[in-house]
T-cell receptor, first 112, second 114 residues
Framework: KQEVTQIPAALSVPEGENLVLNCSFT??????LQWFRQDPGKGLTSLLL?????REQTSGRLNASLDKSSGRSTLYIAASQPGDSATYLC???????????FGKGTLLTVNP | KAGVTQTPRYLIKTRGQQVTLSCSPI?????VSWYQQTPGQGLQFLFE???????NKGNFPGRFSGRQFSNSRSEMNVSTLELGDSALYLC?????????????FGEGSRLTVL
């Protein structure tokens, strides 16, 4: 059974800092991995989708990497802003059953 | 281009009642998947529909069911509600089936069971 772990559970940083969020998964046979952000009481917003054959994806100040062999993905946020404050979730799609498994998320607070 | 629309946004029910939630996907998307989000369990996959057929199912009891119409709109139904069913129910749409494409989520339907 696929398990997805996100560390840390919460992170507080000053504005302008670069930061890394971690996601690890137990079964490396994945189809793809997606990073989302969720604002309080809202739905999820897609940030980056990495196919299993890719090593990284970039969008603006965000960069996500994927290392299937070690079961890890990282989300790098450059020059953080207070508007980046949200919960960040990673989700893994199983390579054989296509079931989606989410991590519990990292609550990010960027202080002005 | 309109996003994923979920209705109702909030609802309150009592134990034993049933509830139906609706999800309209992004135009052109044929896959709709449903998720339950609770503080304790996080986000859990319920089921996925593509072209009116259930393609995948999570580990939820039979009280949770769904369907998809020919216009790709989807409904999920929960019968005999329990207190533990209180949650945010999210749906997502995608161009591809099997969760293989990028997922776009709605704002969710927050269900409170009293």
């Amino acid at each position: 059974k696929q398990e997805v772990t996100q560390i840390p559970a919460a992170l507080s940083v000053p504005e302008g800092e670069n930061l890394v969020l971690n996601c690890s998964f137990t079964d490396s046979a994945i189809y793809n991995l997606q990073w989302f952000r969720q604002d309080p009481g809202k739905g999820l917003t897609s940030l980056l989708l990495i196919q299993s054959s890719q090593r990284e994806q970039t969008s603006g100040r965000l960069n996500a990497s994927l290392d299937k062999s070690s079961g890890r993905s990282t989300l790098y946020i450059a020059a953080s802003q207070p508007g980046d404050s949200a919960t960040y979730l990673c989700a893994v799609i199983g390579g054989s059953n296509y079931k989606l498994t989410f991590g519990k998320g990292t609550l990010l607070t960027v202080n002005p | 281009k309109a996003g994923v629309t979920q209705t109702p946004r909030y609802l309150i029910k009592t134990r034993g009642q049933q509830v139906t939630l609706s999800c309209s996907p992004i135009s052109g998307h044929r896959s709709v998947s449903w998720y339950q989000q609770t503080p304790g369990q996080g986000l859990q996959f319920l089921f996925e529909y593509f072209s009116e057929t259930q393609r995948n199912k999570g580990n939820f009891p039979g009280r949770f069911s769904g369907r998809q119409f020919s216009n790709s709109r989807s409904e999920m139904n929960v019968s005999t509600l329990e207190l533990g069913d209180s949650a945010l129910y999210l749906c997502a749409s995608s161009l591809a089936t099997g969760n293989t494409g990028e997922l776009f989520f709605g704002e969710g339907s927050r269900l409170t069971v009293l």
